[in-house]
């Protein structure tokens, strides 16, 4: 299984699009192949960040394992995404900024090489 964690602070329309291209590439995975751990690290009630969060877990079959983390305070991201890797289950890990996309020919040559 892969484990996808993103950690998000702010930042709405670059969340929105990582979410987006997050759900086109993983969309036809099978439900125990891929888990997302999802991470607001407190961001500003009008950003609408768990929202979005919320928005995307609902996109994907049941079965697909999203785990949100809202946190009440600043934890920056080197502590939030520690936080997010002890909860993930996955044989590989993926972190994603959220100020990145995500393609299918990413992933599979990041797989690819981790197989190595």
């Given at each position: 299984?892969?484990?996808?964690?993103?950690?998000?602070?702010?930042?709405?329309?670059?969340?929105?699009?990582?979410?987006?291209?997050?759900?086109?590439?993983?969309?036809?995975?099978?439900?125990?192949?891929?888990?997302?751990?999802?991470?607001?690290?407190?961001?500003?009630?009008?950003?609408?960040?768990?929202?979005?969060l919320g928005g995307f877990r609902q996109q994907f079959?049941?079965?697909?394992?999203?785990?949100?983390?809202?946190?009440?305070?600043?934890?920056?991201?080197?502590?939030?995404?520690?936080y997010g890797f002890s909860a993930a289950r996955g044989d590989n890990v993926l972190?994603?900024?959220?100020?990145?996309?995500?393609?299918?020919?990413?992933?599979?040559?990041?797989?690819?090489?981790?197989?190595?």
């Open positions: 299984m892969l484990s996808v964690l993103v950690s998000f602070r702010n930042s709405r329309d670059r969340a929105s699009r990582l979410l987006q291209s997050m759900f086109r590439t993983f969309r036809h995975w099978a439900p125990g192949d891929v888990e997302f751990i999802l991470i607001d690290d407190n961001s500003d009630p009008g950003q609408q960040i768990p929202q979005l079959a049941a079965g697909t394992r999203v785990t949100e983390f809202l946190f009440r305070e600043h934890q920056h991201y080197s502590r939030a995404l520690a972190f994603v900024s959220h100020d990145m996309l995500v393609t299918p020919d990413y992933v599979r040559t990041l797989l690819a090489v981790a197989a190595l």
